[in-house]
């Protein structure tokens, strides 16, 4: 990661303190314990700040603990967005729709049986899923595996969108 930093105009810092503390109003920063963040690559190009970094946190204890490993991906940019979660349906989110916590349905019914989705703002869901998009994570969700937009490595395959 430090050659990558290093031609690419990039500054490196192998232990970079908390820096996730900084996005912790988000996931999966705000999950588990013994949070540490490592291998920063940050800098500037086409005029977007971008951070690197490797992200671990752990979850459970004695010989039900579990060590949570992201590679991080941050871009920094001017413009604010609505929180959104997409992720595919099981039985934690079923659950979730019986206590009240509704997801969004689509006009798809593959879509919505196959990936539940919540935003604090519904008309920016349907406007960012679209047809289009709806085709793309219906066919990516699968081989891609586990990823979000901010992580691409994900345990529960969430997008998980960063905002302020």
Not at 47 to 55: E, N
Request: glycine share 6%; charged share 25%; net charge negative.
């Amino acid at each position: 990661m430090s050659a990558f930093a290093l031609q690419n105009g990039f500054s490196f810092n192998a232990y970079p303190g908390d820096i996730h503390e900084k996005y912790e109003s988000f996931k999966p920063f705000d999950d588990g314990h013994s949070r540490r963040s490592s291998n920063l690559v940050h800098g500037r190009r086409d005029g977007i700040d971008w951070s690197l970094f490797d992200y671990k946190f752990v979850t459970g204890s004695g010989k039900n603990q579990q060590t949570h490993h992201y590679g991080i991906v941050l871009a920094e940019i001017d413009v604010v967005l609505s929180q959104m979660r997409i992720r595919p349906e099981g039985f934690s989110t079923s659950s979730l729709a019986v206590v009240g916590f509704d997801d969004i349905n689509f006009e798809s019914e593959e879509f919505s049986r196959k990936f539940y989705v919540t935003a604090t703002d519904r008309k920016f869901a349907y406007d960012l899923i679209h047809p289009k998009m709806m085709e793309y994570l219906m066919a990516a969700a699968e081989p891609i595996g586990n990823w979000a937009a901010a992580s691409f490595s994900c345990p529960d395959r969430s997008i998980t969108r960063l905002t302020n």
